[in-house]
């Protein structure tokens, strides 16, 4: 792949146009603010900072790191563990459905889009077997570890494919509070633009870990996300 086209697929995979879902999910951002522990532009950039250091770093950079060399060298098993893992360091029953759900729509796009969706990746291997086994329901699929292995057949290097994980899970966080009407377009994107150092330290912090240094720690984080399974009212799925 061209340095344009393979940058032109980071653009794709992080957009929120990509159908997959991600953009019905809150991870507890919702309870938050409904709660009214997030009231101005500022506590939420902290909040995402948290999120960002205790949840995407440590646990799904690490897994996306793990199943992006695993496909690179060919090893499903590899992978299926960054998906176990992954799924035993999230507590939120919400929080692990929205990621199979996202994970799934990822692989099932890139199989019903003619001509695959993401330049040259063709659903085959590596892809086929993940597929198949999610299919099977041998594993559960979440998102980032799909996007570890999609990212790879389409060329991207483990870096990028980080950046475009943490980035688009940032993004997706931050659009979930200005659709709950609580913060307006300059403030997200100012604290977009706090946030951007965070992305590329926890990136380059985490990428190349071993999947056995993964861990979650962001305790009420968690408890907003058991909470909002219970909530009266809710406009995200998690």
Excluded: W
């Excluded at 995979?13 to 997030?38: C, F, H, R, W």
């Excluded at 995402?48 to 897994?63: D, R, S």
Aim: hydrophobic share 40%; net charge negative; charged share 20%.
């Amino acid at each position: 792949m061209t340095d344009s086209g393979a940058f032109l697929t980071a653009l794709r995979l992080s957009d929120s146009m990509l159908p997959v879902g991600t953009y019905t999910a809150s991870y507890g951002v919702e309870q938050y603010i409904n709660k009214g522990y997030i009231e101005t532009g500022e506590e939420l950039g902290e909040l995402i900072k948290g999120y960002l250091q205790g949840v995407i770093g440590p646990a799904e950079i690490v897994a996306l790191g793990h199943a992006h060399r695993a496909a690179a060298a060919g090893d499903l098993d590899g992978v299926l563990a960054a998906d176990d893992r992954l799924g035993a360091a999230t507590l939120p029953a919400e929080f692990r459905e929205s990621s199979e759900k996202a994970g799934g729509k990822l692989l099932d796009l890139l199989a019903e889009t003619d001509n695959g969706p993401f330049g040259t990746v063709e659903v085959d291997g590596i892809v086929a077997d993940y597929r198949n086994a999610v299919d099977e329901g041998r594993t559960a699929g979440h998102y980032p570890v799909a996007l570890g292995v999609v990212a790879q057949r389409a060329g991207l290097g483990c870096r990028e494919a980080a950046v475009v994980s943490a980035y688009s899970t940032v993004a997706g966080l931050l659009g979930a509070a200005q659709r709950l009407g609580r913060f307006g377009h300059t403030d997200i994107q100012s604290q977009l633009s706090r946030l951007f150092p965070v992305i590329e330290d926890v990136c380059e912090q985490y990428r190349d870990a071993e999947l056995g240094a993964m861990y979650s720690f962001a305790p009420l984080a968690d408890v907003m996300g058991m909470t909002h399974e219970r909530a009266d009212r809710r406009l995200f799925m998690s």
